[in-house]
């Protein structure tokens, strides 16, 4: 139900903005939020946007990495700069409606996920 795209490879230094879009349903209401997985490596939070358009990033993405909605389009964005190796994943997008504000950076507190789009950054 939720598809996530715009990966692709980028040399050290560039950005790619990834999308998500819902299928059969909108955001309203969902907090949306970004992860991702390194090979051999724990899937990690990113970044996520709450009900009321709040943003909140691991710390280590701030400044780098923006989180934006766009509700005619239906769909959440992550902007991504200066993108390193390190940064090279597969990034998934993830959406639930209850999920509470201490719990959104746990990935198994949201309930629809997207496949996954792969961002590899070489240097």
């Given amino acids: 139900q939720l598809q996530a795209s715009g990966g692709g490879l980028v040399q ?15 955001f309203s209401g969902y907090v949306v939020g970004w992860f991702r997985q ?8 990113v970044a996520a ?6 943003t909140y990033y ?4 701030k400044g780098r990495f923006t ?6 389009q239906n769909t959440v964005y992550l902007r991504m700069n200066s993108l390193k190796p390190e940064d090279t994943a597969v990034y998934y997008c993830a959406a639930d409606r209850s999920i509470i504000l201490s719990s959104i950076s746990s990935s198994r507190h ?4 997207g496949q996954g789009t792969l961002v ?3 240097s």
């Fill in 12 to 26: 050290a230094g560039g950005s790619l903005r990834l999308s998500c879009t819902a299928s059969g349903r909108t």
């Fill in 38 to 45: 390194a090979p051999g490596k724990e899937r990690e939070f």
């Fill in 49 to 54: 946007m709450w009900r009321s358009g709040a």
């Fill in 58 to 61: 691991a710390d280590s993405k």
């Fill in 67 to 72: 989180i934006s909605r766009d509700n005619a």
């Fill in 110 to 113: 949201y309930d629809y996920w």
């Fill in 120 to 122: 590899t950054v070489s």
